[in-house]
Every structure is written in C-alpha cells, then in structure tokens.
T-cell receptor
Framework: SQQGEEDPQALSIQEGENATMNCSYK?????LQWYRQNSGRGLVHLIL?????REKHSGRLRVTLDTSKKSSSLLITASRAADTASYFC??????????FGQGTELSVKP | DADVTQTPRNRITKTGKRIMLECSQT?????MYWYRQDPGLGLRLIYY???????NKGEISDGYSVSRQAQAKFSLSLESAIPNQTALYFC????????????????FGPGTRLTVL
C-alpha cells in the first residue's frame, strides 16, 4: 500500500497566486522529497527535506515538514502557467526505497 | 533526463506476448528501479536493484521479472502480458554517495507507454 496521500488531488489557480499541496504519510521517515511530472513525462526531483528539518526553501518553493503529524506541504509562490504539472511527494523510509503519493494535479491559468 | 533512457517509448502488444522494456543510464549510478504509473495511483515500485548482483521485489512484482545486465542496464520483462499491465512504466536511478550522503534522490527516464490488447 502507498505511504503518502496527497491533498488536494487537483488544484486550479490563476497565474500569480500561490499553490499549496499537502502530503500525509504513515511511518517514520529519513527524508521526504517532492517531484514534479509534466504530462506523460518522467518525474523530476524538486526538493528534499530531512526528518530533522522543519522548513526548506528553493527559489519559489517552500517545503515544510511536521514529523509529529506525519505531514508535509509544498508551497509554490507567484505561480506561472509553466508550473502546470503533477506534483508528487515521496517518502524515504527504509532500505533506499521511495514510496510515492498519488499526486496533486496543478493547473495554472494565464 | 537524457542520462536515463528507456526503449521503446511506446509499445502496443497483445495478451500473452512476451515484452521487454529496457533502461540504460550514463550517470554511473549503482541503484536502479522500475515503476509503473496508473492514473490516480501514483507510482508503484515493481523491482529495484542496488548493484549488478542485487535484485529485489517491490510492491507489485507479480507478473514481472528483471535483469541487471550491467551497472548501466536494467531490463523489465513481462513474460505473458495481460491487459491490466497497460500502464506507463518508468525506470529511475539513484546513488546516495553521489548526491550528498544518504539521501536517495532519484532520476527518472522519459517512460514507456505500454498497451496490452
């Protein structure tokens, strides 16, 4: 069964708005990663947050991690039409395997 | 990512046929993975390999087999394809030693779209 559950499943916003996606997981983790997938293409790594970190930034991306609640959020600020994609969280719990969530489909309208 | 290639990119086959999907990488990574993606289900791990002599089953290995021919090559086989194996298949690589310690960032190929009729 999958570790991560993402919310919302789909999100539609206007260009310039912020987009927030949430990920919940079930077991203890070493780190949590976020990936992006453009339609029908391979996933691309965006950002990694370690279990002892609470917040991390990379450009317009902000990731938070709450290990007590077993949840993470990805915030994309000042969104652009080019941010339209599916976003997946992935947990690295044991043995070097990643467990992916079901993804959030983000649509940014110009 | 041009460093991880998959062939074929698209394949249509019939029930009962044997199919092989191939993955090659020039990243020099030790670890390789095969996933399948179905709409609404995210990615599920089929098999993974941490080096040439290491093969491990993932979450959904039934109906699949793999071969790690070399560090750079990892093939996925469907011995007798069935329609519910219709999906998008991804190969990925990682090497924690190269990407900053124990952190397992993965690099994905472009995917193979497989249709089983």
């Amino acid at each position: 069964s999958q570790q991560g559950e993402e919310d919302p499943q789909a999100l539609s916003i206007q260009e310039g708005e912020n987009a927030t996606m949430n990920c919940s997981y079930k077991t203890s983790i070493n780190n949590l990663q976020w990936y992006r997938q453009n339609s029908g293409r391979g996933l691309v790594h965006l950002i990694l947050i370690r279990s002892n970190e609470r917040e991390k930034h990379s450009g317009r991306l902000r990731v938070t991690l709450d290990t007590s609640k077993k949840s993470s959020s990805l915030l994309i600020t000042a969104s652009r039409a080019a941010d339209t994609a599916s976003y997946f969280c992935a947990t690295d719990a044991q043995g070097g395997k990643l467990i992916f969530g079901q993804g959030t489909e983000l649509s940014v309208k110009p | 990512d041009a460093d991880v290639t998959q062939t074929p990119r698209n394949r249509i086959t019939k029930t009962g046929k044997r199919i092989m999907l191939e993955c090659s990488q020039t990243k020099g990574h030790d670890r390789m993975y095969w996933y399948r993606q179905d709409p609404g289900l995210g990615l599920r791990l089929i098999y993974y390999s941490f080096d040439v002599k290491d093969i491990n089953k993932g979450e959904i290995s039934d109906g699949y087999s793999v071969s790690r021919q070399a560090q750079a090559k990892f093939s996925l086989s469907l011995e007798s394809a069935i329609p519910n194996q219709t999906a998008l298949y991804f190969c990925a690589t990682s090497d924690p030693a190269q990407t900053g310690g124990s952190y397992n960032e993965q690099f994905f190929g472009p995917g193979t779209r497989l249709t089983v009729l």
